[in-house]
């Protein structure tokens, strides 16, 4: 037990001097029966039997003051206590064909719109991280439960280069793992085994994309290290299958949204796919979460209890002085 306000226990002083005071009191109160006893004026018998129940009341009223003055000191305690956490990563496609407008007003608007739906809908034990891919990728945000942070992190996104899903997932796995990972193709494309990052299952990926995919490395050989590593990739088309024609440095580009790909790579992970325009989409990629379970150390102040312990301490000391000599003290 730690104390926040630790010089408030010189309290504690003004409590040892009224228990001196008492002391000095039911002293001189002693010699003065005793002087009327000598003369016999008053009985001494069974004054002297019932003589340490007179002290109980202040007893009890003295330890009521101790613990008033720890609760002044604002004690803390470390307690373990359950709680279930997750962690979410929102992997955005930053690429250029994101400007297309078949998707009202863009597709990057109806992601961010999408993304945002799914973090106000979140509960404060899910972490979220936010990731940014175009032909490379970065993380915009670590893990974390600030919303505010996250919102902020999703409204700043801008668009440009080419689309690597490869990268976009990879980096997402960089973010849950919070550690290092080397992307080496070699290893991806070896037929030896899968490359093990290590086991996430309390985490996901929400990927937020038109599936066209024009960079290495291969998204699906990506999707079998997120599914060795216990972490579903859920997919999010952003876009239409007709698709629409953008303009990039003075060229005209089509684009159009490639669900084939994403339902690929979200089979290849157990995940989900489904459209943006779908308003619940993003709502069921929560109850897919496998949360586990952690036992966490975190401080929390005491003042109260103190408080009520004393309290109630000073509640009981007055009914028996009440009920002893008719008085509170």
Known sequence: MSLRSPWMLFA???????????????????????????????????????????????????????????????????????????TVILAFDVSNSMRAKDLEPTRIAAAKKAALAFVDQQPSTIRIGVVAFGDSALTVLKPTKVKEEVVAAIER????????????????????????????????????GQVDIGFFGSSAIVLLSDGENTSRPDPLDVAEVASTAGVPVHAIGIGTKQGTVIQVDGFSIATALDEDLLKEIANVTDGRYNH???????????????????????????????????????????LLSLSSVGRVI
């Open 276 to 318: 943006a325009a779908d308003a619940a989409a993003l709502a069921k990629v929560y109850d897919s979460i496998d949360l586990e379970f952690k036992t966490t150390k975190k401080p929390r102040e005491v003042t109260a209890l103190f408080a009520a312990a004393g309290g109630l301490l000073l509640a009981v000391g007055a």
């Open 157 to 192: 996104l801008s668009v440009g280069g080419a689309t690597s899903l490869g990268q976009g997932l990879f980096a997402s796995l960089r973010a849950i793992a919070g550690k290092p990972l080397t992307l080496n193709e070699s290893a991806l494309d070896s037929d030896s």
């Open 12 to 86: 504690l002083v003004v409590v040892a001097v009224l228990v001196v005071a008492y002391w000095w009191m039911q002293r001189q109160r002693a010699e003065r029966v005793a002087r009327l006893a000598s003369g016999g004026l008053v009985p001494t018998t069974a004054g002297q039997r019932a003589r340490w129940r007179r002290h109980i009341p202040f007893a009890i009223f003295a330890l009521a003051l101790v613990l008033v003055c720890f609760a002044l000191a604002r004690p803390t305690v470390s307690l373990a206590l359950p709680d279930r956490e997750g």
